[in-house]
């Protein structure tokens, strides 16, 4: 009789221990969910960081080249906007070197950010820089009005100064 007793007990007990392996596997799932959600967060605010850092980055050059602003105006980096001229080793005239710091913006825009581009407007003596980026990865071609969709929208930055 005892022998069968112990059959019964052995079998309880790796019952117990595949429920265990099915919890602890559960757990782990919910464990590298969460790991992916906190990358793919810091990558959004990396992101982030790089558009603020990218507008402000043109606003300093703007603020540097004040004799030639009504250059800068009606930029859209996705024009490609080419400067022939290094004005980092010959010396430019103030147009040039707005020519140049639209190239070098637009350059560091694309290789920056997802999909990103920016745009310049100068309306009466008002500077507004824009830079745009498609954060979700789905073809996103415009800015969003509060919070974006991810189906659709773009993240936008938008800051306005005067020089």
Known sequence: ??????????GFTLLEVLI????LSIGMLGVAGMQI???????????????NMLAYEMMDRISVNAASVASYGGVNTTS???SSTNCETSACVAAAIAAFDIAQWEINLASALPSGNGSIAV????VTVTVRWDEFHNGGTSCAVG?????????????????
């Open 123 to 126: 309306a009466a003596g008002l």
């Open 80 to 82: 490609n906007n080419y």
């Open 1 to 10: 009789m005892k022998r069968f007793e112990r059959k019964q007990i052995a």
């Open 20 to 23: 265990a392996l099915l919890v």
């Open 147 to 163: 919070e974006p969709d991810p189906a659709t929208d773009l993240i936008c930055i938008t800051e306005s100064f005067r020089p």
């Open 37 to 51: 959600s906190s990358l793919k967060a810091s990558q959004n605010t990396f992101y982030r960081s790089q558009g």
